[in-house]
């Protein structure tokens, strides 16, 4: 591997960095172009009195939305807006003016945030809101069924499947139905429960999920369809419920038992829903079976954050909500308490370009601020190891770990930053799952690098052969037990006796392939990115394709793992740095024993709802964000939007102006869309550039002299 790269930032019409030690977190008077509409002042009904002061404590828009009477409501909440504040009203100012804390039904998307919001109302009020039924659709359905499943045919104390006991269910089901000497690929019991959830979750056939979703099994809808089958008959012989039984149950409560539907509407009164516009159909369908004569539905959320449609959201569920409610009342909230009003100034920019939308434009209540930066690195390695050196020059301005946050489209793009942040030694933890080497398929494919690079590892081949048909723990360890005896077992593996081991016939052609790619890869272990496309092809695609969910993203993983190993022209050093970077992880450096600060890296779906001081938005290169892969570029635009306003101060968009593809050729990236869609008045340029040695750097200006150095000083 190449040296870390001395960097120097080339400056443009406004190249300065931000000033060190400004204002972070004052709000002071609006900024903003359109008057904040004026405080209406509204009175309690005649002969109450009510503890709160609602109109001292809310803004206009968020007033409105509280002390509005009843009836369908559709409340836009942009980001930053106080959406949380304004449910936590509107359930107290319900109470205060005479509803049966029972009557009240909030629907949020995680118990915890229900279980926050009524604790709140408990604040304002001074007394309990816990007989207020709070919580996600999931536990709310089960709360129900608890009561009414008997109607269905399911005890009181029925199961509730987690989605590991729902995996282990569907491969018994795969077992039942499909015979064992049927000799060919078909989809493993994660993707079976991956496309179950997605058909009931969305009312889509199995015939249109398998094209859409997965394309190489449309031969076998009918054998999948058995084994659902299979898998309900289980279940219900079980007595348990998977996650989707919790609410398909509920919708089937409600439409076949008209008695039960009545009794829920009439209790409840008055239904809320949080974060409307990532409901799927089933969810939309149960809001509507739940409502009673006054039809008291008010549903929050922002259609410019609609962004899970991977997961069966429904993004036509908020924008039709006029045409399911006529005469709905709709409400704005834009007044943003988060971002300094140039992050607002360009998030409302770019999506604004979106078609499919309730325009809506935030307002800043912060002053101050200079402009988001667009930054161009040379190269995946130099952008990752400009992130790092801003950071570092963020935490000298005295920004916290905590407050600052790397975001991406995909989860391999964090390969190269995680990388670079242990190199510099600079803690960080990753919300998008496991770290990036962490990963089952990265462990696989790599499985089959060490036992190259060790036929002594009896765990590296352990992993390699159980990924093979028909080799288990026992026959992998009676054949581990014979090479091993050898002294050498790459070469007793190739002349391995699989009738003197009594091998089945398949388990014997297991092997029989095992060894010969093994041959393959010691031809080219000098290239270990090559090693790690071998491996996918031969063999490994398919089995992620039909054993593991999200399998178009974790191949995608393998080749940026690929790419990555394509820097290294030794398999030893390639292994030793990932070795590294398992025990590691910039975890055990630079933090003073008891504090827990790190730097947050994320996949901008898993940031959704959460807020930083300092944002990194990396990739933004056409083919990687917006993905090459996008169905829906409106969704991948809203994204996008999500991401940006996620920063409170201070926002860097990055992108390599090279990287190199499969064929180890370097291809020239373009700027993303949402960046070019960007006036240009919206931000400033930076450039990195690498400097061969610290003697190019410019004079003036604070750099970082290149990690390897050791002391990290600061060169001026």
């Known amino acids: 591997m190449t040296e870390t790269p001395r960097l120097r930032r080339v400056r443009g019409q406004r190249v300065s960095l931000p000033r060190a030690g400004a204002a972070r977190l004052r709000y002071p008077r609006p900024v903003t172009d359109k008057p904040v509409p004026r405080k209406v002042a509204l009175r309690p009904a005649e002969g109450l009195r009510r503890k709160v002061d609602y109109t001292g404590e809310l803004n206009p828009e968020q007033l409105a939305v509280v002390m509005h009477a009843g009836g369908p409501m559709l409340v836009l909440a942009g980001a930053g807006s106080g959406k949380t504040r304004t ?110 959830s997605f058909v009931i979750n969305t009312g889509r056939s199995l015939d249109e999920v398998v094209a859409a979703r997965y394309p190489q099994f449309s031969a076998e809808v009918e054998t999948m369809q058995a084994v659902f089958r299979r898998y309900l008959e289980r279940k219900r012989a079980a007595a348990v419920m998977d996650y989707d039984d919790l ?95 140039p992050i607002l100034t360009l998030a409302n920019a770019s999506i604004a370009a979106n078609e499919r939308q309730f325009p809506k434009h935030l307002r800043p209540m912060r002053e101050g601020g200079e402009a988001p930066v667009v930054c161009a690195a040379p190269s995946p390695e130099s952008q990752a190891a400009f992130v790092a050196q801003r950071t570092l020059e963020l935490i000298d301005e005295g920004v916290p770990l905590t407050e600052i946050a790397v975001l991406y489209r995909n989860h391999s793009h964090s390969l190269e930053l995680e990388v670079e942040l242990t190199r510099r030694n600079i803690p960080y933890e990753v919300r998008s799952g496991l770290r990036f080497f962490e990963q089952r398929h990265i462990k696989d494919a790599l499985a089959h690098l060490r036992f190259v690079a060790n036929p002594r590892d009896e765990v590296a081949f352990g992993r390699m052969a159980r990924l093979k048909p028909r080799l288990g723990l026992r026959l992998v360890a009676r054949v581990w037990e014979a090479i091993a005896a050898s002294g050498e077992p790459i070469e007793a593996l190739a002349r391995l006796d699989a009738k003197g081991l009594a091998l089945p016939g398949a388990a014997a052609n297991s092997i029989k392939n095992i060894a010969e790619l093994v041959e393959r890869l010691l031809k080219l272990r000098a290239r270990p990115g090559e090693m790690v496309r071998e491996v996918v092809a031969s063999g490994y695609r398919e089995y992620v394709r039909a054993q593991l969910d999200n399998a178009s993203a974790r191949l995608d993983d393998l080749e940026q793992l690929a790419l990555f190993a394509d820097g290294y022209d030794s398999l030893d050093t390639f292994l030793d740095e990932v070795t590294l970077m398992n025990e590691l992880s910039g ?53 996008f939007y999500v991401a940006c306003t996620r920063a409170k101060d201070e926002l860097v968009l990055c992108y390599p102006l090279v990287a190199r593809d499969r064929y180890r050729v370097d291809v020239i990236l373009e700027p993303s869309r949402f960046i070019s869609e960007l006036p240009d008045d919206s931000y400033q340029r930076w450039q990195v550039q690498e400097a061969e040695s610290p003697a190019e750097l410019p004079e003036g200006g604070l750099y970082r002299l290149p990690g390897f150095l050791g002391d990290g000083n600061d060169v001026n």
């Not at 999931?138 to 129900?144: F, W």
């Not at 989605?163 to 039942?176: I, K, N, P, Y």
């Open 247 to 341: 609410l398909l149950n509920w919708l089937l409560l409600l439409r076949r038992h008209d008695d039960i539907r009545r009794q829920l509407a009439a209790r409840f009164a008055h239904v809320l829903v949080d974060e409307y516009q990532d409901t799927n159909r089933l969810q939309a369908d149960i809001v509507d079976l739940m409502l009673g004569g006054g039809r008291n539905l008010m549903v929050v959320g922002d259609d410019a954050q609609s962004i899970y449609a991977f997961r069966g959201a429904e993004y036509a569920n908020i924008l039709s909500f006029p045409e399911r409610y006529p005469g709905c009342a709709t409400f704005r909230l834009e007044t943003n308490y988060r971002s300094l009003p």
């Open 87 to 196: 449910v936590v009203y509107r359930v107290a100012r319900l109470l205060e003016d005479g509803a049966d804390p029972n009557a009240v039904l909030l629907l949020t998307f995680t118990n915890r945030a229900a279980r926050e919001m009524l604790s709140r109302v408990g604040l304002l009020l001074g007394r309990d809101a816990g007989r207020v039924m709070g919580g996600t659709f999931h536990s709310v359905g089960n709360r129900l069924l608890r009561r009414f499943g008997e109607r269905l045919g399911y005890p009181s104390n029925y199961g509730i499947l987690d989605r590991e006991d729902a995996r282990d269910l569907m491969g018994t089901a795969l077992t039942d139905t499909v015979p064992a000497s049927l000799g060919k690929r078909l989809p493993g019991a994660a993707v079976l429960v991956e496309a179950y």
């Open 587 to 639: 975890e055990d450096v630079t933090v003073e024993e008891g504090e827990r600060e790190r730097v947050t890296l994320s996949t901008i779906h898993q940031a959704k709802g959460l807020e930083w001081r300092a944002v990194f938005i990396v990739w933004l290169a056409e083919g990687r964000f917006p993905s090459a892969r996008a169905e829906d570029i409106e969704e991948e635009r809203r994204l």
